[in-house]
């Protein structure tokens, strides 16, 4: 008899608690909507060559930036992205950094990728034109000194003009240092003229 009375007693109290965790997912939800993700900028931080001046891959620091519009402390977990030249897919990176944002304030993370470029360049006979980056950013709602295991996810989605000109000082530099290392060789291979003493 006493566990027929206790059953209805803690099937409402597992109501209760899933209602109240619903509750706090609806709330989190609502908090981390209001907050602004938005891409900041990219930048070129290095080209590697097959071979003369061919381009094998391009370093990029991608810009992330999150501003925090709520009242309460938000945190990026984590980041997924994915990168796409000229659509083709060629690189999936993660952001592992836990990162806290006050109300009020913004965060911008960096996520420093290499993109293989000779293979799309060579499947598509040309310069890839567009970056596209697809995220998922993982963000969690804290109230306190308290982490509500909640996280959102977030998409983010951009597509953007590669920056070339970025790209093409590093293949000037390239092949400067290609003429100035063939000029040095064909010096070295000269032979050497005695002049006669007058």
């Not at 803690?10 to 109240?20: F, H, P, T, W, Y």
């Not at 097959?50 to 519009?69: E, H, M, P, Q």
């Not at 998922?136 to 804290?142: A, M, S, Y």
């Amino acid at each position: 008899m006493m566990r027929s009375k206790l059953f209805p007693l803690a099937v409402a109290c597992v109501l209760v608690i899933s209602c109240a965790t619903v509750q706090q997912n609806i709330d989190a939800r609502t908090y981390l909507a209001k907050c602004k993700y938005e891409y900041a900028g990219l930048n070129v931080t290095g080209v590697e060559f097959s071979s003369g001046i061919l381009i094998d891959s391009v370093s990029f620091d991608v810009r992330v930036k999150i501003t925090n519009t709520t009242d309460r402390d938000v945190a990026l977990d984590h980041a997924d992205l994915s990168f796409f030249l000229d659509g083709n897919h060629v690189l999936d990176a993660a952001h592992k950094r836990f990162v806290r944002i006050e109300p009020e304030t913004f965060s911008t993370e960096t996520v420093a990728v290499g993109l293989p470029f000779a293979g799309v360049m060579k499947s598509i006979g040309h310069r890839p034109q567009t970056l596209g980056v697809k995220a998922k950013l993982w963000v969690t709602l804290l109230v306190g000194k308290d982490t509500w295991e909640t996280p959102v996810v977030i998409p983010l989605e951009v597509e953007i003009p590669i920056p070339w000109d970025q790209i093409d000082v590093y293949v000037a530099q390239k092949k400067k240092q290609m003429e100035d290392e063939a000029a040095e060789r064909a010096r070295k291979s000269l032979p050497s003229v005695a002049v006669p003493h007058l």
